[in-house]
C-alpha cells in the first residue's frame, strides 16, 4: 500500500495538468476566434490566385454536399419558368462560374432547347470547368466564355435567367457588375445573387473555425478559408444597397443563418 498510494497521486497529478492545459488551450482558442470577428468588412485573396488552394477547392466542389448544394440553387433559379413556361428558349447566364458547378447544375436541370452560358475572369477555370462537364455527363454542355462580371460580352436583354454563387464578395465592384447583370438581363427576366453574409451570429462563427481547423485541406486553409470568404462578404442590407444602387428591378433580399440571396421578387416578376 505504501507504493500505491505516491502512484495514485501522480496519476491524479497528471490528470489534472492536462486538463489544465486542454483547459486553458481551449480557452485561448475561443477568446482568438471571437477576435477574429468580422465586425467590419475586410477584402482577401481568393483560393484561385493560390494553385495548391485552388486544388483544394476543387477536391472540395465535387464533394457529394457541395453538389446538393449547386442542385438546389439551381432548382430554385429555374423554379419561375417551370411554373410559367414560356414559348421561347431559356438563355441562361452563370456569372464567376469557378469550378463550373452551378453551371453545369443548371444545363442539367433547364429545357433541352435552352442555352446557357458561364463567364468567369481567371485563365485556365474554363479548361477546369469543362472538364467537369464532361465527366458529369450533362445533356449539353454550357458555353465557358473567359471575361469580368462587369464587362460581359453580351448584348443588352440578352437573358431570361441570370445566375451567381458565391461571386459578390469576390468582385471588385460590385455596383458595377450588378449593373452590367441588369443590362444583359431581358425586362421580365429572373437574377439569382447567391452569397455568404458577414454578419452570422457568433455562435455559427465558431462551429466555422472548428471546421476550418478539423475539416479544411491545409493549403486551403493557409489562406483562412473558409472565414476569410465570410469576412470578405457583405451584410443583407449592403448587399441590398449595392443591387439599389444598380438599379435591379423588384429587389428581395432572403437571409439565410449565414447566407443571402439577392433574387427579383417572383409576384413582381412575369416569365415570358
Not at 486553458?24 to 495548391?52: K, Q
Not at 445533356?139 to 453580351?154: D, E, T
Not at 450588378?178 to 425586362?187: C, D, G, N, Q, W
Amino acid at each position: 500500500m505504501f507504493f500505491l498510494k505516491p502512484s495514485w497521486l501522480s496519476w491524479r497529478a497528471v490528470f489534472w495538468t492536462l486538463l489544465t492545459a486542454t483547459t486553458a488551450l481551449v480557452s485561448r482558442w475561443v477568446s482568438n476566434a471571437m477576435e477574429a470577428y468580422p465586425r467590419a468588412r475586410e477584402g482577401g485573396p481568393a483560393a484561385a490566385c493560390d494553385p495548391a488552394a485552388a486544388r483544394d477547392q476543387q477536391r472540395l466542389a465535387g464533394s457529394r454536399v457541395w453538389r446538393v448544394v449547386e442542385g438546389w440553387l439551381a432548382d430554385r433559379a429555374l423554379q419561375p419558368f417551370r411554373e410559367r413556361p414560356g414559348f421561347t428558349p431559356l438563355r441562361i447566364l452563370n456569372l464567376d462560374f469557378g469550378p463550373g458547378g452551378v453551371a453545369i447544375a443548371l444545363r442539367a436541370r433547364a429545357p433541352l432547347d435552352a442555352a446557357v452560358f458561364a463567364t468567369d475572369p481567371v485563365t485556365g477555370m474554363g479548361d477546369l470547368a469543362r472538364y467537369r462537364a464532361v465527366r458529369r455527363g450533362p445533356r449539353r454542355q454550357p458555353y465557358f466564355i473567359q471575361a469580368w462580371g462587369s464587362g460581359l460580352p453580351f448584348r443588352d436583354a440578352s437573358f431570361d435567367l441570370v445566375v451567381a454563387s458565391g461571386a459578390l464578395h469576390g468582385w471588385p465592384n460590385p455596383a458595377a457588375a450588378l449593373a452590367e447583370t441588369r443590362r444583359v438581363l431581358k425586362p421580365s427576366g429572373r437574377y439569382l445573387i447567391a452569397d455568404l453574409r458577414r454578419d452570422i451570429a457568433l455562435t455559427l462563427w465558431l462551429g466555422l473555425r472548428v471546421i476550418q481547423v478539423a475539416l479544411v485541406p491545409k493549403d486551403l486553409r493557409a489562406l483562412g478559408e473558409p472565414s476569410a470568404s465570410l469576412t470578405a462578404a457583405y451584410a443583407p442590407h449592403e448587399a441590398e444597397w449595392f443591387a439599389a444602387r444598380a438599379k435591379l428591378p423588384d429587389i428581395m433580399v432572403t437571409r439565410g443563418p449565414a447566407w443571402l440571396m439577392l433574387e427579383r421578387s417572383r409576384t413582381a416578376s412575369s416569365v415570358s
